[in-house]
C-alpha cells in the first residue's frame, strides 16, 4: 500500500500525559500536513512541512504540541501533558507540492481520560 | 480569512434518490476545491477535485460543479444507495495560503433502503 499511514489508529490516555503520534506520507511527496478534527467539525490545520522545514503553525498549535519531520520522511506529533480538550482525530495528509490535491490517512483518534 | 459553509448539515433520503449537497466559501481567489467522503471514526477520502479553471468533475454517480465567482460548489450523487451513508466534506485552498485546505464542518447524508 502506498498511501499515507498514520500510527497508532487510537490512543486513550490520561490528562497529564505525554503522546505521539507518526505520519508516513507517499514516499515521493515533499509536503506534509497535520490537521485536527472535533466531534461534528471539519478538520482545522495545524502545521506542515516542505521537506524537513516546518514552515507554519496555526495558533491552535499551543506550546503543549510540537512536530517533527527529520530527513523530510515521516513525522512525528508530540503533546505534551495532555488535556481533556486535546481529544480528538489528528489527521495527516501529504501532496506533492503546494496548491494541489492533499491525500490523507486514516488519523489517530485520542482519547484522553 | 477564508470561510467555508455546507448547507444542510444533514440529510435523509430514500434509496434510489439523487442527493445536492451545497458548499459555499467568502474568498474566490481558490487554487481548487475538493469533496471529501468521510465515515464515521475514519479519516477522509478524496472524491473529486475541481481546480479553479474548471466547472466541473464527474466520477461515475458523483459530479460536481464550481462556480468560483460566487463562491459556491455543488456535490450531486445520483441515484443514492444506503453505502452512500457518510458524511461529506468540501475543502478549498486559497491562492494567498498554498498549504492550507479550509474545510466545511460537512453534510451528514442517511440513505434509508
Known amino acids: 500500500d502506498t498511501g499515507v499511514s498514520q500510527d497508532p489508529r487510537h490512543k486513550i490516555t490520561k490528562r497529564g500525559q505525554n503522546v505521539t503520534f507518526r505520519c508516513d506520507p507517499i514516499s515521493e511527496h515533499n509536503r506534509l500536513y497535520w490537521y485536527r478534527q472535533t466531534l461534528g467539525q471539519g478538520p482545522e490545520f495545524l502545521t506542515y512541512?516542505?521537506?524537513?522545514?516546518?514552515?507554519?503553525k496555526s495558533r491552535l498549535l499551543s506550546d503543549r504540541f510540537s512536530a517533527e519531520r527529520p530527513k523530510g520522511s515521516f513525522s512525528t506529533l508530540e503533546i505534551q501533558r495532555t488535556e481533556q480538550g486535546d481529544s480528538a482525530m489528528y489527521l495527516c495528509?501529504?501532496?506533492?507540492?503546494?496548491?494541489?490535491?492533499?491525500?490523507f490517512g486514516p488519523g489517530t483518534r485520542l482519547t484522553v481520560t | 480569512k477564508q470561510e467555508v459553509t455546507q448547507i444542510p448539515a444533514a440529510l435523509s433520503v430514500p434509496e434510489g434518490e439523487n442527493l445536492v449537497l451545497n458548499c459555499s466559501f467568502t474568498?474566490?481567489?481558490?487554487?481548487?476545491l475538493q469533496w471529501f467522503r468521510q465515515d464515521p471514526g475514519k479519516g477522509l477520502t478524496s472524491l473529486l477535485l475541481?481546480?479553479?479553471?474548471?466547472r466541473e468533475q464527474t466520477s461515475g454517480r458523483l459530479n460536481a460543479s464550481l462556480d468560483k465567482s460566487s463562491g459556491r460548489s455543488t456535490l450531486y450523487i445520483a441515484a443514492s444507495q444506503p453505502g452512500d451513508s457518510a458524511t461529506y466534506l468540501c475543502?478549498?485552498?486559497?491562492?494567498?495560503?498554498?498549504?492550507?485546505?479550509?474545510f466545511g464542518a460537512g453534510t451528514t447524508v442517511t440513505v434509508r433502503a
Open positions: 495528509a501529504s501532496s506533492l507540492g503546494g496548491g494541489i490535491e492533499q491525500y
Open positions: 512541512f516542505q521537506n524537513e522545514a516546518q514552515l507554519e
Open positions: 475541481i481546480q479553479s479553471s474548471q
Open positions: 475543502a478549498v485552498i486559497t491562492l494567498l495560503n498554498d498549504y492550507k485546505l479550509s
Open positions: 474568498d474566490s481567489a481558490i487554487y481548487n
